[in-house]
């Protein structure tokens, strides 16, 4: 636990100066509100960003993805002074619908579009549809507040059973057995799940469903089917909870464990060991994905029950969802830019400090093109 602490503080430590660089990137183009002068054009070379488009782009949508958006936003503001980009983390469910309604230029996602969503696009995108682009990877970590407890392992039966409330006591003997030398107080368990609807529950539940051997009794959806517990708006909602309330807990992106210093659960999945909530974890059940997209859209299938040794299971892969055709011709140039940055070598770096994991290079070449297509 000492290792794993200070591999947090580490991640904490290289994210701050992530996004205290991004800031001052920011601030620096923002001293020239003209957009002229070689401040602009040397910040956007040296981000390797191509600048195009100007006014304001607005998107919405997960809030798992919101610590990266904060970094891409801030970086690509200071690049490009013309272009603001105002991204509101109203949670996946939220941004495709207010997607559909043609308010903004792209949307979030932590869940590829249903059949019936990229049917309903097409009133939005003129001669086209909306497709998937994957852009963030990593793993939805499950955190808790167990008083004297340090380590804890769970598997995905007793998870289900606790945030379908059959499982209510931190001594509960499933608990126990996962855990024999911990010491497990007499303690009410207070489950949190999203209220809104989300894409990381969506994750969240198809693992459940996948890999509880039938504990889960309810189809995964981004809406909360469990039984009981208590509800939180957005992944720092759920996150603040578990961090200041005894006996709780929860899943959110891994960032918000990392920034709030909340302890994670390992998962046992019938691997060697128990596996860590880690970005290198998740990379590794994230390379088993296998395509499900048709044409332009490159949405995945992620494999919850994975075994493989080190291999994360719970994870998540965000889209940036968009118009192939159709788009509105006085956003579609700013969109193209931010979405190639983004999905670039420079935007994906910055991931892995953050708690993210990068796109593998293959996916990230093909949305790479897919976007340069966008019309």
């Known amino acids: 636990m000492k290792l794993q602490r200070k591999n947090r503080v580490r991640a904490l430590a290289v994210g701050a ?7 001052a990137l920011s601030a620096c183009g923002s001293d020239n509100t003209s957009g002229s002068g070689g401040g602009a054009g ?14 304001k782009l607005l998107a919405s949508g997960s809030s798992a993805q919101k610590n990266a958006m904060d970094v ?27 997607f559909l309604q043609g308010q903004t230029a792209f949307a979030g996602s932590d869940s590829p579009l249903k059949p019936e969503e990229i049917t309903k696009s097409k009133a939005v995108c003129k001669g086209g549809q909306a497709i998937d682009l994957p852009m963030v990877g990593g793993p939805i970590a499950v955190g808790y507040n167990v008083p004297g407890v340090d380590g804890l392992v769970l ?8 945030f379908d409330s059959q499982i209510t006591n931190w001594n509960d003997a499933a608990i126990k057995k996962l855990n024999p030398s911990a010491k497990l107080p007499d303690l ?16 969240f539940t198809k693992y459940l469903k996948a890999a509880s ?23 720092a909602g759920v996150s603040s909870q578990v961090k200041q309330t005894s006996g709780a807990i929860s899943y959110f992106e891994l960032s918000y464990a990392a920034s709030g210093k909340i302890p994670t659960v390992k998962i046992d999945t019938g691997a060697k060991a128990p596996v860590e909530a880690t970005v290198d974890n998740a990379s590794k059940a994230i390379a088993e994905a296998q395509p499900a997209g048709q044409g332009s859209d490159l949405a ?22 968009a118009c192939d055709k159709g788009n509105k011709a006085e956003t579609l140039p700013a969109a193209k830019s931010f979405l190639t940055y983004i999905s ?30 966008l019309s």
Do not use: M
Request: charged share 20%; net charge positive.
């Open 17 to 23: 100066l992530a996004v205290s660089g991004a800031l």
């Open 42 to 55: 040397s910040s956007a070379k040296a981000a390797n960003i191509k600048c195009d488009g100007k006014g």
């Open 72 to 98: 891409w936003v801030q970086n690509y503001a200071g690049a490009c002074q013309g272009t603001e980009i105002n991204y509101q983390p109203t949670g996946s469910g939220a941004g495709v619908t207010t």
């Open 155 to 162: 598997d995905a039966p007793t998870l289900a059973k606790i």
């Open 188 to 203: 009410k368990i207070q489950a949190f799940h999203r209220s809104d609807d989300s894409g990381t529950t969506d994750n």
């Open 213 to 235: 051997g039938g504990a889960w009794k309810h189809e995964p959806a981004k809406k909360w089917e469990g039984a009981g517990g208590q509800a939180a708006s957005g992944s």
């Open 300 to 321: 995945l299938k992620l494999n919850y029950t994975t075994k493989a040794d080190g291999a994360y299971p719970i994870t998540l892969v965000t889209y940036e969802i």
């Open 344 to 373: 670039g070598k420079d935007g994906q770096d910055a991931l892995k400090a953050l708690g993210y994991a990068p796109l593998p290079t293959e996916i990230a070449d093909k949305v790479r093109k897919t976007v340069a297509t």
